[in-house]
């Protein structure tokens, strides 16, 4: 017997990561080749916005996706995530010429809190959410709050793409395939700042940290690499990451959804105090996931330069999110 269909919400569709996401959802990628769509799709009340929605979704239609089982475009949160299962939040408000990362923080701040408030009022009541528009943990921890009635562990933003670039940069430097590096991390922050943690990756049972075994390179050329990747990408491209980002996004929700068949893989998920960040804060973390759930790795040695690394995007995390608090 065929599986009921499970309702998607997309933000932003419209938008370039939308239109490197919707077709993936479409063909069963993000959530298993017997698993039905509905895909709840939400863009701004413009008329450009909204013409371009309506495109996206004729190109959807001529795609005849045997599990697509429908397709919806909103303007209002409110009606975009009716009963919705998963929730991918895309859409933000980009940095303009001008205005200072605070500005940035209130502009989103009106964004995620309305969504936020959607979800709680509309959605399942077990809906997944991941936040990619950027700042994604700080979006994705207004959500949260603004979402009392949800549990706040199902409000998690999107560090994966941190994880898959550190992932590709070892892969190159230790020559090994990419497909076969275990027990990768990124803690923290989906900025500069994010501290991707190979000290424990293994290819085959061999440690990679063995393999490089050059903290020079580590510090000044793999951790600045992965940290200013989405700057690079914007330097070559004019344009921020899309695809891979979209790549990221259904990575996250495959695992979560489906299970991580005991790998680690890094989400940015609420804290509950674990390795001393404070409760509430939506930090990437190792996790592995099970039955649709995940559970933060613990127990991990935390040496004194992954320390001053962690201490590093927890205090900026806390600066954005002290810089919200009184919108919340
Ligand atoms: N977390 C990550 O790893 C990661 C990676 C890449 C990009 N991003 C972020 O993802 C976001 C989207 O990137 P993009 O390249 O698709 O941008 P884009 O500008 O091409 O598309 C964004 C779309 O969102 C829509 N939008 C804006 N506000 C909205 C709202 N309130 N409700 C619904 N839709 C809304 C816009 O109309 C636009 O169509 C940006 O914030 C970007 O910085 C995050
Ligand atoms: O860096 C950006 O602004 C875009 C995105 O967050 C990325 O990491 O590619």
Known sequence: MSKKPVRVAVTGAAGQIGYALLFRIASGEMLGKDQPVILQLLEIPDEKAQNALKGVIMELEDCAFPLLAGIEAHSDPMTAFKDTDYALLVGARPRGPGMERADLLAANAQIFTAQGKALNAVASRNVKV???????????????????????????????????????????????????IKHLTVWGNHSPTMYADYRFATVDGKSVKDMINDQVWNKDVFLPTVGKRGAAIIAARGLSSAASAANAAIDHMRDWALGSNGEWVTMGVPSNGEYGIPAGIVFGFPVTTANGEYKIVEGLEIDAFSQECIDKTLAELQGEQDGVKHLL
Request: aromatic letters at 6%; glycine letters at 4%; proline letters at 6%.
């Open 130 to 180: 991941l936040v990619v528009g950027n700042p994604a943990n700080t979006n994705a921890y207004i959500a949260m709050k603004s979402a009392p009635d949800l549990p706040a562990k199902n409000f998690t933003a999107m560090l994966r793409l941190d994880h898959n670039r550190a992932a590709s940069q070892l892969a190159a430097k230790a020559n090994f395939a990419v497909g076969d």
